[in-house]
C-alpha cells in the first residue's frame, strides 16, 4: 500500500561506477619514448667517442706486422704526476695542466752540458719537422737544479715550456733505459698525459729522422685525442 504522503515525482538514483586509473597507453608512450632518449644519448656519446677509441686500439692495441718503432714503447705507461713544478720566475705549475696536447720532454741542469744542448737542439728541430701538425706538440724542459739558463741555450729553449722539478720525484714518473742517464733521452707523453716513449740520445742524423717518423705516425693515428695550439 503506498504512502499517500510521499512525493508523487520521486524517482530513482542512478549510479555510475569508475574504474580506478590505470597505465594508460599514453604513459606507456612517455616511458618508452624516455628509455629511447636515453639509448640515444649513449649511441651519441659513443660515436664521439669512437675516433678516440679506435686511434688508441691502433697504436697501442693492434700493432700491424712490419711496424717499426725507433722510440722505445713504454709499457706499462705512467700517468703524469699531480705535483707541481716551478716555472723560472718560481711560479708553480701543476704538471697536469700540460695535458692535452703531445709532450716532448727532456731533462738536463741550468748549465746544460754539450749532451744537453744537442737534445735541445734536436727537440726544437724535430718540433719544426712536423710543420703544420707542430702546434700539436709541446716541447718542455725540465730543470732538476736552480742554475739559471745560461745564455747561449736561449735559441733552442724559445717558445718551451721550462720548469723546475725536484729530481727524486721526477725519477718515480720518468726512467732512462738500463745503462743510460735520465737525461739521456727524449721522453714523449701522450695528450692524456701518459709517458709512452722513450727516445735515446740522437747520436747521428738518422736517428733524428727515424724520431720524426715515430712522431708522424703518433700524430696521424690520434689526431682526435689533442687540442691544437695550447
Known sequence: MSDPHAPKDLKPIGLTVYDLPTETSSSLSESTRTRGGRLYMLLVLLACAAPVILSYLTYYVIRPEGRVHHGELIDPQRAI?????KDLQGK???LPNLKGQWLLVSIGKGE?????ERLLFVQRQLHKLLNKESDRLDRVWLLTDQSAPKPELLNSIEGATI???????LSQWLAPAN???LEEHLYL????GNWMMRFNYPDDAQTVVNMKRDLERLLRASSSWDKPGR
Not at 704526476?81 to 713544478?85: T, V
Not at 720548469?163 to 720525484?169: C, E, G, N, S
Open 189 to 192: 707523453v701522450d695528450p692524456m
Open 112 to 116: 746544460c752540458d754539450e749532451k744537453c
Open 179 to 181: 745503462g743510460r742517464l
Open 163 to 169: 720548469l723546475r722539478v725536484p729530481a727524486d720525484q
Open 92 to 94: 708553480d705549475m701543476p
Open 81 to 85: 704526476p699531480s705535483w707541481a713544478g
